[in-house]
Each structure stands twice: as C-alpha cells, then as structure tokens.
C-alpha cells in the first residue's frame, strides 16, 4: 500500500530540497536537537580538549591516572562525532550553502587543536615500559578494556626510530606526497580530453565521464574503439612521465620499509593491521588458479555481443536491454525481506532505518553525489544517496545499509574505544547485504530478461571488485618487487608486465591491442594508495565464504550468530582474528577458491537464461 505522500522526482528534473517530503530526507535532531544545542556541546569539546592538556605528564604515575586519560579522550572523541556530522551532513545536503559550509571548516579547526592537543600522549604511553603497562592492565578491571588499544599502540611502535631516526624521517615525509600530487596534477588539471568524431559520426569530448558512458551505451564497435584509443592515447604519449611518477612511489615505499626495518614494502605495509604478507600471496596465487570462470564469462559476452575480435573496450557494454524502473517506496520492503536469513533483530534495526529518517534519499540541488553511510556515535549511522530509481542504486542502498548495520551493531556492543573499523572488515557487511538482496531479487524476478541484467550486474561486480583488484594487486607486488631487487623501472617493463597480466588473467578470449599495456597509467590507486585495493578483494573473498555457509541450511544459524558477533565486534582486536572467529581464513586458498566457484555458478545460470531469450 503506497503512503499518502509518496514522492517520486520526475526523471531528469532536479527538486529543490524543500519539494522533497520530509520522510525522504534525513532526521538530524538525534544528533542535535538546533544550533543552539551544537553550538553548547561545540563549547564543551573545545573546553574538554583544553583540559587535556593539562594531564600531560601524568601517565607514569599508574593505572587510575592512564584510565582517566583514556575516559577524557573517549569522552572527545564521541562529542567529535555530534558536532562533527551535525555540520557535515547539513553541508552535503546542500554543499552551496556557506553557513553550513563555515560552521564545517570551524570544526576542522577545532580538530586540528585537538590532535596538537593530543600529540604528547602516544610518546608519553610508550615511554612506559610494557611490562608496567600489562602489570596495571592485569590489575585494574576498568582499565583493562584498553588492552587492544594499548597493545597495538607497543606493536606499531616496534618500527618507531629513535629521535634523530624520527626527525630525519620527518623531513623526508614532505616529499611523500610528491608523486601522487604530480600524477593528480597530470590526469586532472593539466589534462587535455581529446575531442573526436567516431566512424558513426558522433562528436564527442571525451572526459572520464563521458568516455565510460560511451562504452556502456554506445553498440557500435568501431566507435568504442575509436574512443578507447583516442582515450589512452594521452597515456601512451606521456609514458615515460608516468613510469618515472611510478618509480618515484616504489622508490619512497622501499626508503620507509628499509628505514624502519622491514624486510619488504608489503611487510611495511601490512604490519599496521598484523595481516601476514601470506594473506596477499594467497589471494593472487588462488585467484590466477581460478581465472577459470572469469574467461567463461567473457567467451559468453563475445558469442552475445556477436563480435569477431574481443577487446577491453567491449567489457562494460549490457548483454541485455532493459530499463526496469525501481521505485523506492516498494525497493525498500524489498531490502528488509532480503535480510530475513539475519534473523528477526537484525531485520528490526533495517526497518527502523526506513522508518526513522537514517535516509537522504533523492538527489536535489546542491546536494553531495555519490552514496555514504555515516557513522554518528551517540545518534545512529545516516545514508546520503542519491536514488534514481536504477539497479546500481538499488544495490548501492542494500550496500551501504549494510554499512550501517555493521556501524549499529558495533556502536550497541563496543566500548567508545573500538566502535569503529577498519577497512579490511568494512566492506565485508556491504557486499554480503548485496549478495542477500541479489538472491531475493533472482527469487522475484518477473522475466528472464529481468534475471539475465541481475545475474549480469553480480558478475560483473565479482569481475570488476574482485578480479580486477587482485589482478591491480599483483601488479603492485610485482612492481615493488622490481625495486626491492633492485631492477630498473622503465615505461617497456611497467609496460610488459600489464601485458603480460592481461594474458593471464584473460587468457585468449582477450583479443590483444597494444595501447592497453599503457592503461596501468591509468589507476590512480597505484599513484595515491599502494597496496589499498586487495582489501576490497579479500572483503569480497570473506563474503563469498560466509554466503556458502548462509545459503546452506545445515550451517545457516551457526553461521549467522558468528557473522553477527564479526558486526558486533567493531573494531576490538586485529582484523584477520575478528574474521578468524567467523569462519574466515585468508590464508587458506578455499577462502579464496569460494569466490571463482560462486561466479562460475552465476555464469552458468546467465548462459542458460540467455540461451533461452
Ligand atoms: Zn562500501
């Protein structure tokens, strides 16, 4: 039954935000009931953090003095979050206001006093030896909540340098940032898009955002290739340029790993999360074994598409037409039912989300792009979207809801301390969210047609969030590696090695061209975040697994209560141990192996419903 006041925006028009009835927008009084009330705990942070200060020095003197400056920061720490988002949501909602946009930047500031405010209590902790530290956890109960906090704090410190070791890498860490501001300086300020006409006659200007339209939407052959090369022909110009930015990233990761004494870049890298180097060694190793089903999915999109050759510019062209239009007000009963398998609880807290204004649902002037789920400690997380009514927006919003149900069931069940999470588990709640929606979809589909673009959309999120990451993950480790030993990084061997992955991954249902052995150029997470993208992998990874043991009646309730109490544990002890006790492995490859073996099952299911169109 459709409410009295159901809004749907007319397609292509943009409402003013005060068009939009109110039970799409977001309820924000959770967080502070008006200014007046932010403005008074704005007041109470800036006075708590001038009080901290004053506990400089007192660390040493036992267990009361340390627990009380731990309560003090936890205290900050949750008023940061209300006064933070307060400002900061209002700001998305409509990014042309400067008001919002001034009391925003006030809190900018105010955090950066913080951290000055701050800085002296990790030295000061760490100057106390660990033995004391345990001996004071042991002792006093209160305290000893801490005792994650306080031992990962003495494991980051193993590589901490002495004085003069820490002011020297100081000085160095200003050239950091070098390489990936010139590549951002090269690929968006200085960059030319090319302007061409395609055989079909189209004019077109070719911006990141036009050119993936155009290989979407566009059915001519010819004109995606004429696009794609003209696109990556910038690259190839400037290859050398690029290979030289590159160089400069591996070079400063080996100085950091070799100053702080790792023994590689991927120990430096890992060490933060205690995830063991074997981790990323087993993801590719098992991936490049299962690549099976990923070369079916492409023979199946070359015998569709009706295509002689079969290149990089034919992978994001849809197998099937059809512009299903999915209104929110019915997609939403959709998402709490797609969680039935999580149990009646969880299921409650997805309701609520829907019913108690956690949602900016549609697109209106001024507003944010993109989706978010934010995580307001002390109120409830909160969902920026912008709904448009297609499928990658229905499965954005079963996806950050799961964001927000990970956030919800940690903040009820963890201490201040350990409420957030880290990345590596992050993504893990949001595809499985997905991955329970896909099924309920597949369930209810009206037509194959129907079926055949979700099994298309599913596939080709395992193709591009898995194997595409893993695949972006070895060439990392192999480029580190050239430096780590010492071997000269030029354009022909950063060149050679994409070439030489394409290959392997894509096997010969990949028809060669030889501008894409540049498109590693291409990547802006090689240039800004070494080693970042085989956490979305190993996420992806994780899901698969835990979805086996979902689907499978005889392991369902065993399997949800560990994957709740995975949610529930925020981030309270090291990655790889909270996944450990909810079934996953990552060093194991049968971790890994779930994943080929789910899309070779989807790849199946597609070929069937495509045979039958
Ligand atoms: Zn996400």
Redesign the pocket.
Known sequence: MAPVDTFRPEPGTLPAREAIPSRYTWDLTPICRDWDEWKRQYDQLDAAIEAFKSRQGTLSRGAADLLAAFRAMDAMGALSYRVWYFAALQYDQDQRNNEFNARRQQVQILFAREQQAGAWFNPELLAIPLDTVRAWLDANEELAVYRFAIESLFHEQEHVLDEPGERLMSFAGRFNSVPHDSYAALTTADMKFPSITLPGGEQVTLSYGQYRALLERNRRQDDRAAAYRAFHKSYADNQNTYAALYNGVLQRDWFHARARGYATTLDAALHGNNIPTSVVENLIAATREGVGPLQRYHRLRRRTLGVETYRLFDFSLPLVEHDARYPYDEVGGWIVDSVAPLGADYQRQVRRAFQEGWIDVYENAGKRSGA??APVYGAHPYMLLNYNETLDAVFTLA??M??SMHTTLSHQSQPFVYAGYTIFV??VP??LNEALFLDLMLERARSREERAVLLQHAIDSIAGTFYTQVLFADFELQAHRLVEQDEPVTAETLNGMYARLLREYYGDVLDEEDISRVTWARIPHFFNSPYYVYQYATCFASTARLMQDLRAPATRDQAVSRYLSLLRAGGSDYPMNLLARAGVDLSQPGTVRAVAAELDILVARLETELAAL
Do not use: N, P, R, V
Request: no cysteine.
């Open positions: 978010y789920s996806h950050e799961g964001h992050a993504e949001s595809t």
